[in-house]
């Protein structure tokens, strides 16, 4: 059983520009969600993807975007990067229904310069 | 809207000694709830959950919880720790009817735990 797998695991990119994150999903798993996790705080709820559309969001700007391919891996997109868009960026993949639990991968971490 | 409140930043247990860490929550029906540990630099490993039934879970590496409806709390113990329980960790809960988990994880700031020699 292959667990989340997300790349890359570092990046920094400048003040304005775009980046995509990718994971991949747990084997078997067919839904799939992002969180920002700021240094010193806990994770924070981004979007969630089922059957390739977005069935849930937080409290992000729409500048964040994603995408979820037949696979059920995904994609995390931030257009026009802000300094405050550094954090550890975690994905989790799991069944729709919450009790049973998510699993999550190890996460990308961004700077922003 | 829901929270949940771990009250303490960081705690610092000597190893072998007893360890519990509290978890508050709010929220308007009675949420799934989770402890996740991260180390440094790590994604979330899950030590524990609880959706319903006996109140006392077990989970990996010796944790248990406690849920506790009157309280609105979910306390992590671990009776004796070992110095590679030094993590993060962190409660968190979910809707049980939001058809398909759709309002995703509401996590705590986490509490550091220091293990002392």
């Known amino acids: 059983e292959t667990g989340v797998t997300q790349s890359p695991t570092h990046l920094i990119k400048t003040r304005g520009q775009q980046v995509t994150l990718r994971c991949s999903s747990q084997s078997g798993h067919n839904t799939v969600s992002w969180y920002q996790q700021a240094l010193g705080q806990g994770p924070q709820f981004i979007f969630q993807?089922?059957?390739?559309?977005?069935?849930g969001r937080g409290n992000f700007p729409p500048r964040f975007s994603g995408l979820q391919f037949p696979n059920y891996s995904s994609e995390l997109n931030v257009n026009a990067l802000e300094l405050d868009d550094s954090a550890l960026y975690l994905c989790a993949s799991s069944f729709p229904s919450p009790n049973y639990g998510y699993t999550f991968g190890s996460g990308t971490r961004l700077t922003v310069v | 809207a829901q929270s949940v409140t771990q009250p303490d930043i960081h705690i610092t247990v000597s190893e072998g000694a007893s360890l519990e860490l509290r978890c508050n929550y709010s929220?308007?029906?009675?949420?799934?709830l989770f402890w996740y540990v991260q180390s440094p630099g790590q994604g979330l490993q899950l030590l524990l959950k609880?959706?319903?039934?006996?109140?006392l879970v077990q989970g990996i590496k010796g944790f248990e919880a406690e849920f506790k409806r009157s309280q609105s709390s979910f306390n992590l113990r671990k009776p004796s720790v070992h110095w590679s329980d030094a993590a993060e960790y962190f409660c968190a809960v979910v809707h049980p009817y939001s058809g398909g988990g759709a309002d995703g994880l509401t996590f705590g700031k986490g509490t550091h735990l220091i293990i002392q020699p």
């Open positions: 929220y308007g029906a009675t949420p799934y």
């Open positions: 993807y089922y059957r390739e559309e977005e069935n």
């Open positions: 609880y959706f319903s039934g006996d109140t």
